[in-house]
Nanobody, 122 residues
């Protein structure tokens, strides 16, 4: 079985930074692609970033380009999302997800964490 647990969310002022972490079950984390999505009230779940098991270039949604960085530490079974230059419109619940390949579509990810709230004040 696969279990994903996000952490690192919180309240930050506009222009600040946060680093989100996603801890995965050790045995099931291996060879999985990982993605980050976010969902604000009344909006659809939005793709943020994804990274493969191998040392490929990561993929970013338009809202994340130039500000967010996704990385993984396979030895620690952890995926990170470094968020810089945060804006109020980044406020959302952020979810990590695992799947067999990097895609931008939520339905292609089989495993999800519970989410962590990120709130950016003006």
């Amino acid at each position: 079985q696969v279990q994903l647990v996000e952490s690192g969310g919180g309240l930050v002022q506009a222009g600040g930074s946060l680093r989100l972490s996603c801890a995965a079950s050790g045995r099931t984390f291996n060879n999985y692609a990982m993605g980050w999505f976010r969902q604000a009230p009344g909006k659809e779940r939005e793709f943020v970033a994804a990274i493969s098991w191998t040392d490929d270039s990561p993929y970013y949604g338009d809202s994340a380009k130039g500000r967010f960085t996704i990385a993984r530490d396979n030895a620690k079974n952890t995926v990170y999302l470094q968020m810089n230059s945060l804006k109020p419109e980044d406020t959302a619940v952020y979810y990590c997800a695992g799947g067999r390949a990097v895609t931008t579509f939520p339905r292609e990810y089989a495993y999800w964490g519970q989410g962590t709230q990120v709130t950016v004040s003006s």
